[in-house]
């Protein structure tokens, strides 16, 4: 049964920057051999998440790119898209975007902003995933 995990920000590093946490999600996922699909809310974001994935620590690297930018999207472990380009579903999708995952995959990653009027959209989609009959996990980050 596919899961949906709720990663709520909390840490001052986090909350400086955000994506931070996505990278480090991504790093994770990548050790573990899972193929992952972010969900970037607009393209200004995918270049940013693109640009910190390669710079946030010295020590990680993370194979990742751009969807759509390079024929070797298949064989990227982390890609990266932007709403305008429709990337095929992986096992791990990390989602920043507004409206829930409804596509196929395994698990599904939320990034919770700590702004309190960013919570309640994914207060809703909690509750859509509930309703769909994922296993729901929340974590305080």
Same mark, same amino acid.
């Given at each position: 049964m596919?899961?949906?995990?709720?990663?709520l920000? %909390?840490?001052?590093?986090? *909350?400086? /920057?955000? +994506?931070?946490?996505?990278? #480090?999600? $991504?790093?994770?996922?990548?050790?573990?051999?899972?193929?992952?699909l972010?969900?970037?809310?607009?393209? %200004?974001?995918?270049?940013? *998440?693109? /640009?910190? +994935?390669?710079?946030?620590? #010295?020590? $990680?690297?993370v194979?990742?790119?751009?969807?759509?930018?390079?024929?070797?999207?298949?064989?990227?472990?982390?890609?990266?898209?932007?709403?305008?380009f429709?990337?095929?579903?992986?096992?791990?999708?990390i989602n920043?975007?507004?409206?829930?995952?409804?596509?196929?995959?395994?698990?599904?990653?939320?990034?919770?902003?700590?702004?309190?009027?960013?919570?309640?959209?994914?207060?809703?989609?909690?509750?859509?995933?509930?309703?769909?009959?994922?296993e729901?996990?929340?974590?305080?980050?």
């Open positions: 596919p899961r949906a995990d709720f990663y920000i %909390a840490k001052p590093r986090f *909350l400086e /920057e955000p +994506l931070r946490l996505v990278c #480090e999600l $991504a790093r994770k996922a990548y050790e573990a051999n899972q193929w992952t972010v969900l970037a809310r607009d393209a %200004a974001q995918a270049e940013a *998440l693109d /640009e910190l +994935l390669w710079a946030f620590d #010295e020590e $990680a690297y194979p990742h790119q751009i969807a759509g930018t390079d024929e070797d999207d298949d064989l990227t472990p982390v890609l990266i898209a932007a709403p305008e429709d990337a095929p579903s992986r096992a791990l999708v920043l975007r507004d409206d829930a995952w409804l596509g196929a995959c395994e698990r599904i990653l939320e990034v919770v902003p700590a702004d309190p009027a960013a919570r309640e959209p994914l207060r809703e989609r909690w509750k859509q995933y509930k309703a769909l009959g994922l729901l996990n929340k974590y305080d980050m």
